[in-house]
């Protein structure tokens, strides 16, 4: 029987109430009152539950799925401003005893190079990574107990952290691995980690199941309740994310949200981010071979119904998704975005021979620099921030400042002093030049005036030498 605050995985992703919630909301496509009704809610920015979110997605008046559209953009801008937080993802390896049939780490696939880097390899890795600018990554490594064990990851976030090269510094690692123990997630929690990331990729058991055929993935309960654990271990800061296009997408949104509500009814802190991944092109993996890709449009619509439906929780897109698609998704609802990123294991360090160990095809290859500099033409503050966790503002603190708006008087003067790191160290002529220019109006875009004042000296002592500073 549905119940939110279960700890048991069929309970809280029930799915009878996935089915009634989508029965439900069918009913009411063309219920004009009842969605204007869902619209009011949403405009108090409290956010919505997945029956609401529901009606919406499958809403057949065109003048409401517009307006979704324009309270999402509304609530991005409320909540986030125009703030972009960057970040890279790290392989560490593709070992991997699993069976996924959408993943090209998949056990059975001999045509790929395996590849698990040394700490001198990482060392590499992450001196490329921070000459790029990057301060922020996700490690992301295949489950295999022998290849990739707990201790390897940990030894593998002491180096990171450890590596100061120039004035680079990685500042907060996000950490993708397997469901594991509440033991191990313990141990993530001493190592410092930001946000523990581990995507659903579906919602649906049965489906689940057909899509993990071998390896401890296949446990659908124990993958569903590893927040749960994760969050036992001492970890608050968890975050979502759906595969868009392995299972149908209404099915797997609603999961998504009843995900949500259950971290936020049973362990007091909802999701720190929701991810919105969509299957890519990949060596042994054909997306065409799949049943329900996700059009762009409706991603579109996915996308700003997350937004309205959980405004406290940051958003992610990949370089997965084009260029085009990435500008879509910022006006809707994301937060976050990688930028130069490489998704084969080894891929930063210049010097190393290629290997065909990539996880996924990226759309958008821009390097960091380009990204940058577009997201200043398009009004964009491009965000090196990593000061709240650094902070101890995580988990239940995070997220009630968040709601209350508390943090994003923080967020602004970060986002521009990490910027300006980034412009002197990092930046080639014609960007450093650009984001100069846009730097005074950030500045003047500071509310609060102590704040303001802070952040233009030390912006001035940024540009003198001195580095990370943060409120
Ligand atoms: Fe392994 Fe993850 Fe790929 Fe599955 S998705 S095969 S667990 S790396
Ligand atoms: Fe994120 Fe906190 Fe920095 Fe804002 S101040 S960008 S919430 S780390």
Redesign the pocket.
């Known amino acids: 029987m549905y119940n939110k605050m279960s700890p048991k995985a069929e309970d809280f992703i029930n799915h009878e109430e996935i089915l009634d919630t989508l029965a439900y909301a069918e009913a009411h496509a063309k219920d004009r009152a009842l969605q204007e009704e869902i619209l009011e809610k949403g405009k108090k920015m409290e956010g919505l539950d997945h029956r609401e979110a529901a009606v919406l997605l499958v809403s057949e008046l065109p003048d409401v799925r517009e307006s979704f559209r324009e309270l999402a953009r509304a609530i991005k801008k409320k909540y986030y401003g125009n703030r972009i937080v960057l970040f890279a993802p790290l392989y560490l390896s593709?070992y991997?005893v699993?069976?996924?049939v959408y993943?090209p780490?998949?056990k059975e696939n001999a045509h790929i190079d395996r590849v698990k880097l040394s700490q001198e390899e990482i060392e590499r890795e992450v001196v490329a990574l921070q000459d790029m600018g990057h301060k922020r990554l996700a490690l992301e490594l295949?489950?295999d107990p022998v290849n990739n064990p707990i201790e390897y990851v940990l030894e593998s976030i002491r180096t990171i952290y450890g590596i100061k090269h120039k004035n680079g510094a990685i500042r907060r690692v996000n950490v993708n691995i397997?469901a594991t123990t509440v033991e191990n997630y313990r141990k993530l929690k001493e190592a410092e980690i930001g946000t523990y990331i581990l995507f659903q990729e579906t919602y649906h058991k049965e489906n689940y199941e057909k899509l993990h055929p071998k390896?401890p993935?296949a446990n659908w309960a124990y993958h569903t309740e590893a927040m749960d654990r994760a969050m036992d271990g001492g970890i608050d800061d968890v975050g979502l994310g759906v595969l868009y296009g392995l299972n149908s997408y209404k099915y797997d949104f609603i999961g998504q949200l009843m995900h949500a509500e259950h971290l936020e009814a049973y362990k007091g802190v909802g999701p720190h981010t929701i991810s919105v991944p969509r299957i890519r092109p990949a060596d042994d993996i054909d997306p065409d071979a799949f049943e329900n890709g996700v059009p762009d449009a409706i991603f579109e619509d996915i996308i700003a119904l997350i937004r309205v439906a959980v405004p406290y929780t940051g958003m992610i897109i990949s370089t997965r998704e084009s260029m085009e698609m990435r500008k879509k998704a910022l006006e809707l609802g994301v937060s976050q975005i990688s930028g130069g990123s490489k998704t084969s294991v080894g891929g930063y360090d210049e010097g190393r021979e290629e290997e065909n160990s990539a996880?996924f095809d990226t759309d958008d290859a821009r390097p960091l620099d380009e990204v940058i500099a577009w997201l200043l033409e398009l009004g964009y503050l491009p965000s090196f921030c990593t000061a709240c966790y650094r902070a101890g503002r995580t988990g239940e603190t995070f997220m009630e400042e968040v709601k209350n708006f508390q943090i994003a008087q923080f967020c602004q003067p970060n986002a521009i002093m990490t910027l300006e790191e980034y412009l002197s160290d990092y930046a080639t002529a014609s960007t450093r030049a650009l984001g100069e220019r846009r730097i005074e109006e950030f500045l003047d875009d500071v509310e609060r005036a102590d704040l303001r004042e802070k952040a233009r000296e030390n912006v001035a002592k940024i540009r003198a030498g001195e580095r990370d500073f943060r409120f």
């Open positions: 593709n991997c699993n069976g996924c993943c780490y998949h295949g489950e397997a390896g993935k996880q």
